[in-house]
């Protein structure tokens, strides 16, 4: 590793200890506001992954360029409650948002939950979305978080169930992929029911 890399990845650990001592840590994991400058490389990774592409991508297959996913990153930073970078053990691994809604619906507290992470670290997906829950109702007071799942994404579709998301319906056959006609599968946690699950636990 050059000079250059070790400097960076010093400064990625320092700065995921700094994110850890505010609180935005969980056991295994920091979580990082985004920062274009060092983390624009770091985020089209991370998109371009072929276990992002295959798990969670919707749109027409095309190869990503950094021009792309830097305006991905800067949309995502204008139309989020949260938008952070997650590592573990000072390496970044993936990416969480919480959608924002518009200014005349932010009254009912609701937001999409949006994450992605490396196939590498999938263990951690659970420990990141019990971390995001957390988050949205004992932080910013949510009272609803909800997620979209393609169908084709089996193990988010059971992480969702494990974590207690329930199922509210599916939009039929509104995404083709690979030759296929796929499903949305729309699921949703309700502050209340997040409470209980944590009074069941202790």
């Not at 360029?65 to 830097?70: A, L």
């Not at 800067?74 to 959608?99: C, D, E, M, N, W």
């Not at 196939?119 to 932080?139: G, P, S, V």
């Not at 579709?157 to 939009?171: A, I, M, N, S, V």
Request: with cysteine.
């Amino acid at each position: 590793m050059d000079t250059d890399s070790e400097s960076a990845m010093d400064d990625m650990e320092d700065l995921a200890g700094r994110e850890a001592a505010r609180g935005f840590c969980s056991e295994n994991l920091a979580f990082s506001s985004y920062d274009p400058v060092r983390d624009d490389h770091v985020f089209n990774c991370l998109q371009n992954s072929s276990y992002s592409i295959i798990n969670w991508c919707a749109s027409t297959p095309r190869p990503m360029d950094p021009n792309f996913t830097t305006r991905v990153a800067k949309h995502l930073q204008r139309r989020s409650h949260l938008f952070v970078i997650i590592y573990a053990a000072g390496y970044p691994i993936g990416t969480l948002f919480f959608k924002s809604s518009h200014r005349d619906m932010v009254h009912h507290r609701c937001s999409k939950l949006g994450i992605g992470i490396l196939k590498k670290y999938q263990d951690y997906e659970t420990e990141a979305i019990n971390w995001a829950l957390d988050w949205a109702f004992n932080r910013a007071n949510l009272h609803r978080v909800e997620m979209d799942v393609p169908s084709w994404n089996l193990r988010m579709g059971k992480l969702c169930d494990e974590t207690g998301f329930h199922t509210e319906g599916e939009r039929k056959e509104c995404y083709f992929k690979d030759g296929e006609w796929w499903n949305e599968v729309n699921m949703s946690m309700l502050k209340k029911d997040w409470k209980e699950r944590q009074e069941t636990k202790e």
